[in-house]
């Protein structure tokens, strides 16, 4: 049974930079696309990122395109999320999914990080 572990949150100031690590252990998650999502309180789950199987190709939403980047290490089998000029509203739990290759769901869950942005 593969899990994932996130790691790498907490606070920064506006502006600032974190990069947000999910590990994944029990298993390979080479043919798992990858992605992030986040959720701020009292709001619902939204997509952040995601990453292909391959790892040839990358999405991400409006609101971080240009300032966050995911990336994937197959030797190490983990995924990155790398946060560049944060802004309050970036602020959230964010989790790491994996979707087998094929497959239309999600059924790869870390437990989250808490991403606080400070103004």
């Known amino acids: 049974q593969v899990q994932l572990v996130e790691s790498g949150g907490g606070l920064v100031q506006a502006g600032g930079s974190l990069r947000l690590t999910c590990a994944a252990s029990g298993g390979t998650i080479s043919n798992y696309a990858m992605a992030w999502f986040r959720q701020a309180p009292g709001k619902e789950r939204e997509f952040v990122a995601t990453?292909?199987?391959?790892?040839?190709?990358?999405h991400y939403s409006d609101s971080v395109k240009g300032r966050f980047t995911i990336s994937r290490d197959y030797a190490k089998n983990t995924v990155y999320l790398q946060m560049n000029s944060l802004k309050p509203e970036d602020a959230a739990v964010y989790y790491c999914?994996?979707?087998?290759?094929?497959?239309?769901?999600?059924?790869?869950w870390g437990q989250g990080t808490q991403v606080t942005v400070s103004s």
């Open positions: 999914a994996g979707r087998l290759r094929d497959v239309n769901t999600y059924d790869l």
């Open positions: 990453i292909h199987w391959s790892g040839g190709s990358t």
